[in-house]
């Protein structure tokens, strides 16, 4: 979800009020897929790299996802929207945790769409978390190296439960990935689009979904 900040500069506004609009983008988009039936929703909220960012702003996007997820949850429910998140979340403030897991546990029977937010997220660190853990494994002996494989390592991941992503897209015409789902986007369809996240509808999310279906995919084939 790019563009927040530039989205404020070109207002006059401080970055703050382009997180916030932002997070109307999240609402709005979510709101799209239900109706649309898309199944899982993962949003780029915060990365392991963002804690670089001025004190400031970061203690600042915290208030916000705490209220975010507050203001949310009824509306979620609601809509029998699922909500997840993934990320080494005992990073997170106390409240945002709190905010989260009642969150988590109140939504975790709807079925429509299931919003993952990524929190203090990171591909590599995701990676890295999993082969620690298959190193337990094999080190309490309930693992052999041979059992390793592609399935295993997938079952390591915060994703486990979750199915790869059929698309991704990037606002803000940035053509990187970001250390996002890097294991998960093997084969994964991706659109760019110009368009700053704060600005970013359901009329953008549907001429994504169009672009996404007049694609061929071959994973690998011919």
Known sequence: MDGNG????????PRIAGHQQGAESVRA?????VELGVEFLTVYA?????WKRPATEVAALWVLLEHFIEQERPTLIKNRVRFQVIGRIDALPK??????????????ENTATTLILALNYSGRMEILDAFKELASEIRAGRLEIEEIDTEKIGAHLYTRHHPDPDLLIRTSGEMRLSNFLLWQLSYTEIHVTETLWPDFGRADLQKAIADYHQRQRRFGGL
Request: glycine letters at 4%.
């Open 6 to 13: 530039r989205w404020a500069k070109e207002r006059g506004l």
């Open 29 to 33: 988009v979510t709101e799209a897929c």
């Open 46 to 50: 915060f990365s392991t790299e963002n």
């Open 95 to 108: 409240t945002c945790q709190q905010a989260i897991a009642t969150t988590v546990t109140l939504t975790a």
